[in-house]
Every structure is written in structure tokens, then in C-alpha cells.
């Protein structure tokens, strides 16, 4: 419970990074190191497939997507923040945390637990079987994806 | 078993007040969407420790697996948006597209 509260920590730390910094490399690269972190959380939840795709595709190909972008977008750096962002948006945070904490530990006492019923089978079995239409969606998102990206970057024609 | 509900929940809760800052103070559209993915980390933080507390990881293994997906096509869609607002605006400061004309 300790390594799983400290990766949890380490996680809002480097997210809470990933927007606080100017250098937008540099946040790219915090987003990756919490979605590296996510994926170790889900590995010792026991969710082993969650974490391989968190590390793989959100760590790995977004980050790539992100830092390409930056790369194409040049003078994204001169964009002037406001100057009240540095300083409210750690205020805002920490009460956040604490009204969070707060309201946690009432709840806690109050509301109890849900029913839960174990389950049965393999990964594969849910997967395939019990979330069948999540699949078809899956592949329509995909599809969806890839015609916008797509109509986005088709050449012009010469009429346009 | 409750508790451990409660501590995912905080830190789902404080991933997503993250984001939602970061979405409201930063002018940077690269920035805007880097809070969003800070989003989407807490409300996959909070699905998997659902289902890691009630004893249903896989069902909610499927589902996280299933926003992941959605979030790389929302990416990959959202940051060429964002590179062609480049070409148009030279900028990637978002108050420059609120101005509506031509």
C-alpha cells in the first residue's frame, strides 16, 4: 500500500508538472512519465493488459503525437500565459486537496460499500464475449480517427 | 475493501481538478490539451480502481482499454486540428480564435 501511495503521489505530481511548465517539451515528457507511472499502478492492480496499453500506446505513441506537434509548431512557446495562472493555480490546487481529503474522509464513514460479485473467466473471455459491442465501437472510433486525420491533411485542390 | 474505494477516488478527484485548471487558466492550445489528458488519466485511474475493489478487473480492464483507444483517436484528430490552426493563424494562442473574422 505504501509503493502504491507513493507512485499515486508521484502520478498528480508529474501531471500537476505536465501543466504547470512553460517548456512544452518538457511537460510532454512529465505526461509521459505519469502515464509511465499509471501503467505500473495498473500492473500492481493486478490489470496487466490495462498497463501494458497505458504504457505503450498513451506513454509511448502520444507522447510521440505530442512532441511532433511541438516539433511542427515552432512558436507555440511565445504564447503569454496569464501571469495569474503561476500563482493560482497551486492556491486553487492545495484547497482543492484539502476540501478532497475532507469530503473523503466523511464520506467514508457514511456511505457503505457496494455490493461486488466475483468474476469468472480469462481477459479474452469479457473481452470478446461480454463487451462484443464495445468492439464494433472501437473499430468505428478507430475508422473515425483516421478519415479525419485524413480530410485534415488532404492536399488542396487546384480549384480551392 | 471501502477504504481503498475512498483513496482512489482522492486521487481520481484531484487528477481531474488538475485538468480542469489547467483547461481554464492556460492560453496554449498544445497546454489546453495536455490538461485533457491529464483528465482522461484520472477517469481511468477511477475505472480500474472501481473494478479493482469490487472484484471486477476484468470488466473494467475491457473498459479502460476501450477509453484508451478513444483517447489515441481523439488525440491524433485534436492534434491535427491543432497543426492546421498553426498554418492558419501562425499562433497556438487560443484567444486569437475567437475572433471570428475571416
Redesign the interface.
Known sequence: MIVQ?AL?IG??LF??L??LLRD?LK??IS?AA??LL?GI??FR???P??GV??IS??AG??TV??I???A??K??D?????R??NW??PL??IA??II??LV?KG??RK????A????T???G???WK??TF?LV??IA??L??VF??LA??RKRDKHD | MTNTWYFYLFFAAALVFAGILGLLLRRNLIKLFIAIEVIAKGISLLLLGTGFVKDNILVAQTLVVTFIVVEVSLVATALALIINIYRQTKSLDVRKLARLKG
Do not use: C, H, K
Not at chain 1, 456511505?111 to 457496494?114: F, G, S, V
Not at chain 1, 461486488?116 to 468474476?119: C, F, K, N, Y
Open positions: 501511495t499515486l502520478l498528480v501531471s500537476v505536465a501543466i512544452l511537460s510532454a505526461l505519469a502515464s499509471l499502478i495498473f492492480m493486478n490489470a493488459y490495462a496499453f497505458e500506446v498513451v505513441l502520444i503525437l505530442f511532433l506537434t511541438i511542427l509548431t512558436a507555440g511565445e504564447v503569454r500565459e496569464s495569474a495562472a493560482v493555480f486553487f490546487f482543492f486537496i478532497d481529503a473523503m464520506l467514508l456511505i457503505p460499500a457496494l461486488s460479485g466475483a468474476e473467466g480469462t481477459f473471455d469479457v473481452l461480454g463487451r464495445d465501437g472501437q472510433v478507430i473515425a480517427g479525419a486525420v485534415l491533411f
